[in-house]
């Protein structure tokens, strides 16, 4: 995966390791959807950006409420 690749799999992972998935504030989640979307939007090569991520990584994904 180019360098580029890489740092925005990582971004993609810091968001979703900041996940507010158990809290009620609104303004919250939303600021963090919206990091976790500008990650995946960067990636160009999204089939291999998910076989990167750890299972742990989907299972937040799954949970993100927006």
């Not at 740092?7 to 979703?16: S, Y």
Request: glycine share 2%; proline share 5%; net charge negative.
């Amino acid at each position: 995966m180019p360098n580029i690749q890489y740092k925005t799999v990582e971004a993609l992972k810091t968001a979703l390791e900041g996940s507010p998935l158990n809290t009620k504030d609104e303004r919250c989640k939303s600021a963090n959807w919206i990091m976790v979307h500008r990650a995946i939007m960067a990636i160009k090569e999204v089939v291999a950006m998910f076989s990167s991520l750890d299972p742990e990584y989907y299972d937040i994904l799954m949970k993100q409420d927006t």
